[in-house]
C-alpha cells in the first residue's frame, strides 16, 4: 500500500484549568495514534465517545495543534507548515462534520456556501464559480437549480449533501467525515453512504470515516481502526477484524453489532464491559483497558503492549498477542 496520508505517532492534548485538578495537568487525548490512508481508500475510525477519534480527525486538519507527531500528505509533513503554506494545503484535507450548520453558514446562499472553498483556494466568482457549483450539487444527487436556496429550505439529509459538496469543491485528496451520518435516521444513512461510496469509486477520494457506530462502518471501510482513551488499540482489514477482533475492546464493541446474515454467521454473546471508561485525566497505566478487561493479567497492569501483528492483517495492542517473556511457557490467564 503506497500512503497517501501518513500520520505518525500523533499526540495532542488539552491543559484542564478547572480548580479540582493540579497546576499544569493536562487531558491526553490523543496518544502516540499512528496509520496511513492509501489513495481512493476508507479508512474508518471508531470507539466510544471521548477514546479521541474527533481530535485525531481535528489534528490532521490542524485545527488543534498536536503536542508531537507528524501528519504527512503526499509526503509533505503538514505539521511543520504555518501561514501561507498551511493554508494552500488545507484545501487537500476537507472535513464532513455530524451537523451541517458546522460547514454551512444558514445566512448564505447555496452557491455562496458550497462556492465558498472555490472562491477562497481558486478566486473563481460569479457566473464561473456558480457552473462548478451546480456541477457539484449534481455530483451529490442534488438539483442544480438550488443555487439560491437557504439550507433550511433543505431536509437533513439534503444539507449532509450539500456540507460534501462542499468539501468537495476543491478537489480535495482526503476528507474527513466526523460522526457525518450519526444524526439522520437508517434510510437517509445509507442514502449518503451510497453516495460516498460512489464518489470514492469516481474521484478517488481518500476518507477518513469517524464513527462510533460500526455497522455504518463496515458498510464503507476497507479498513478500520479502533480507538480506546486516546491509544489506538487495533487497525485492520474490515473482513479480518469484524470476523476475528483480536482486542479484547475490539470484541466487546462489535458483540453490541447486530450481525448482517445470522443464518451464515454464529450470533456472538454480547460482552458488557464491568464499569466505565477511565478517568482520562487520570488513565490506568499499563494497558488503559485493563480495568475493564475481563482477560486482564498481571503484566496488564504495568507494561504498555506495543503493536503486534495479527494473522489475517492488521495490528494489535494487547499482552494476550504478544510473545514476550511474561507469557512464554503458557502461562495461565487471570480472568477477572
Ligand atoms: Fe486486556 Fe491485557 Fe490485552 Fe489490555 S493487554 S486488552 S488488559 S489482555
Ligand atoms: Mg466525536
Not at 508531537?68 to 507548515?81: F, Y
Not at 442544480?144 to 478537489?171: C, K, M, N, T, W
Not at 476497507?222 to 485492520?236: F, I, N, S, T
Request: charged share 25%; aromatic share 4%; proline share 8%.
Amino acid at each position: 500500500m503506497t500512503a497517501l496520508l501518513e500520520v505518525e505517532d500523533l499526540s495532542v492534548s488539552f491543559p484542564l484549568q478547572r480548580g479540582l485538578f493540579r497546576r499544569g495537568a493536562r487531558l491526553r487525548a490523543v496518544d502516540g495514534v499512528s496509520f496511513e490512508v492509501a489513495a481512493g481508500e476508507i479508512l474508518g475510525l471508531v470507539g466510544e465517545s471521548g477514546s479521541g477519534k474527533s481530535t485525531t480527525g481535528r489534528a490532521l486538519m490542524r485545527l488543534v495543534e498536536p503536542d508531537s507527531g507528524a501528519v504527512r500528505l503526499r509526503g509533505t509533513e503538514l505539521t511543520a507548515l504555518g501561514g501561507r503554506e498551511l493554508r494552500r494545503h488545507r484545501r487537500h484535507i476537507q472535513m464532513v462534520f455530524q451537523d451541517p450548520y458546522s460547514s454551512l453558514d444558514p445566512s448564505m446562499v447555496v452557491a455562496e456556501s458550497v462556492g465558498e472553498p472555490l472562491e477562497v483556494h481558486e478566486g473563481l466568482r460569479g457566473k464561473v464559480r456558480d457552473e462548478r457549483v451546480r456541477d457539484l450539487l449534481v455530483r451529490v444527487g442534488l438539483s442544480p437549480r438550488h443555487l439560491e436556496r437557504y439550507p433550511y429550505e433543505f431536509s437533513g439529509g439534503q444539507r449532509q449533501r450539500l456540507a460534501i459538496a462542499r468539501a468537495l469543491a476543491v478537489d480535495p485528496d482526503v476528507v474527513i467525515c466526523d460522526e457525518a451520518v450519526s444524526a439522520l435516521d437508517v434510510s437517509t444513512q445509507n442514502q449518503i453512504i451510497n453516495l460516498l461510496e460512489e464518489l470514492r469509486a469516481e474521484l478517488g477520494t481518500s476518507y477518513l470515516f469517524i464513527s462510533h457506530d460500526l455497522s455504518v462502518v463496515r458498510q464503507l471501510a476497507q479498513r478500520v481502526a479502533v480507538m480506546y482513551l486516546g491509544r489506538l488499540v487495533e487497525e485492520g482489514p474490515s473482513q479480518r477484524l469484524y470476523a476475528h477482533p483480536a482486542h479484547p475492546y475490539t470484541e466487546a464493541l462489535l458483540s453490541a453489532v447486530p450481525v448482517p446474515n445470522p443464518g451464515v454467521q454464529r450470533r456472538r454473546e454480547r460482552i458488557v464491559l464491568p464499569g466505565d471508561p477511565p478517568d482520562p485525566t487520570d488513565p490506568p497505566g499499563g494497558c488503559t483497558f485493563h480495568p475493564r478487561c475481563p482477560y486482564a493479567m498481571d503484566v496488564c497492569r504495568s507494561v504498555v503492549p506495543e503493536p503486534t501483528p495479527v494473522d489475517g492483517g492488521g495490528t494489535v495492542r494487547c499482552h494476550l498477542h504478544t510473545s514476550g517473556p511474561v507469557l512464554a511457557g503458557g502461562s495461565v490467564l487471570e480472568l477477572r
